[in-house]
């Protein structure tokens, strides 16, 4: 019995200063002294002005102003586009470091020589033929005069 008094003697000696602040009175005002700072605007966040008082860290804030907004560089090539694969650009704000990015459509194959391979990747092509009405004239002349050859013989 002495030593379960004992245990709980010294708990209460412990808890004593803990016990001071939770009934200490919360109502005495306190008489404020605030340091003021003054927080920048960022490009996306906005500015203010934070005062916080030394004694009891109570604080608030006012003077709000708007973001910058970001302030982007030139378009850059990151990667080129090709004929199988989207290229990638980028742009970066020169205030916060942020980039903002866009991709390149695919390019189109390209078969100069009309070989019926793409002269850049080397991927099979479609050639397409145009003509022009001239052509389907001589055509037309041309497979006349081969009927008519054909006939006459």
Known sequence: MKKILSVILCACLLMCPFAVFAFADDTAECTHEYTVTVVAPGCATRGYTLHTCGKCGSFYYDNYTDPLGHSYGQWETVKEASCTEEGLMQRVCSRC?????????????????????????????????VFSPFDWFKALFKAIREWFAYIFK
């Open 97 to 129: 470091n942020g980039y903002e990015t866009k991709t390149v459509s695919v390019l189109d194959h390209v078969d100069k020589n009309s070989d019926g391979k793409c002269d850049k990747c080397g991927a099979k092509v479609k050639v397409e033929t």
